[in-house]
């Protein structure tokens, strides 16, 4: 079955970094696009950046220039590398993807902000 296992959250100030994981099983990872999603607490959950199969990136707007999304194909692993990390990235991120045409999501990581 297909899992999706986040890592490397934690708690870190502003202007911190911190690199998350994803590592993925039970579907032919390299064919897929795999996004990486976050949920404050009171908010919905928003999309912050997908990479596809060629590698081509995409960013929401208010992370561009911060994040980085990468993936190890050989691997089966997705990354999230956060630079200048505000307090509102805090909240919890997820990794994602849609196989045969349903969504699957890991448990996800938190990431604090704070001072």
């Known amino acids: 079955q297909v899992q999706l296992v986040e890592s490397g959250g934690g708690s870190v100030q502003p202007g911190g970094s911190l690199l998350l994981s994803c590592a993925a099983s039970g579907f032919p990872f390299p064919l897929y696009i795999m996004n990486w999603y976050r949920q404050a607490p009171g908010n919905e959950r928003e999309w912050v950046s997908s990479?596809?199969?060629?590698?081509?990136?995409n960013y929401l707007d208010s992370v561009k220039g911060r994040f980085t999304i990468s993936r190890d194909n050989a691997k089966n692993l997705v990354y999230l590398q956060m630079n200048s990390l505000k307090p509102e990235d805090t909240g919890m991120y997820y990794c994602n993807t849609v196989w045969r045409m349903q969504n699957y999501w890991g448990q996800g990581t938190q990431v604090t902000v704070s001072p």
């Open positions: 990479i596809s199969t060629d590698s081509t990136t």
